[in-house]
């Protein structure tokens, strides 16, 4: 059974940085799509970022040129460098996964797997 565990999240002042990791264990899949969701209180959950097991990245428009995903080789563990922090990106931050190298921004019921999430908070 694929189990997401994340780790990093916290406070930070705006303009600071996190680095948010997932590990992942129980996959068997040599074909995967890994990424984060987020959701901030009120709002829907918002895909931030993915990479394939092809290496193939996408991220949302919000978080281009300030957010770096990547994760090791054998696919047991993603991470989130989270750069140049905004209040907006207050977040409920989630690990996910699918047994798919097609990764898309959304929508997250395609996703199979999930993390219990872990929260990141940006004081202005």
């Known amino acids: 059974q694929v189990q997401l565990v994340e780790s990093g999240g916290g406070s930070v002042q705006a303009g600071g940085s996190l680095r948010l990791s997932c590990a992942a264990s129980g996959y068997t899949y040599s074909s995967y799509c890994m990424g984060w969701f987020r959701q901030a209180p009120g709002k829907e959950r918002e895909g931030v970022a993915f990479?394939?097991?092809?290496?193939?990245?996408i991220y949302a428009d919000s978080v281009k040129g300030r957010f770096t995903i990547s994760k090791d080789n054998a696919g047991n563990a993603l991470y989130l460098q989270m750069n140049s922090l905004k209040p907006e990106d207050t977040a409920m931050y989630y690990c996910t996964s699918d047994s798919t190298s097609y990764c898309s921004l959304g929508p997250p019921q395609r996703y199979n797997y999930w993390g219990q999430g872990t929260q990141v908070t940006v004081s202005s």
């Open positions: 990479i394939s097991s092809d290496g193939s990245i």
